[in-house]
């Protein structure tokens, strides 16, 4: 099935977002990085696949660091 215009100017644009937060987050502390992909609505999957990490972990330090560290 071929895509028609638009959904290949959908699929663009996600793709092309996704590459800025990644570049957005390039050389920052892992926490940060988490904190910034997630401020930005991204998934722990996609959070984790990012900063190394497995999305539930990635997912255990954000709510860690939002109370204060355990």
Wanted: proline fraction near 0%; charge should be positive; hydrophobic fraction near 35%.
């Amino acid at each position: 099935m071929e895509k028609n215009e638009r959904e290949l100017l959908e699929d663009i644009s996600g793709k092309l977002d996704r590459l800025i937060a990644v570049m957005a987050t390039q050389g920052r502390a892992q926490d940060e990085q988490i904190r910034i992909l997630r401020n930005l609505g991204y998934d722990w999957k996609f959070i984790g696949a990012t900063t190394g990490l497995k999305a539930d972990a990635a997912r255990i330090r954000y709510s860690r660091s939002k109370n204060g560290g355990a």
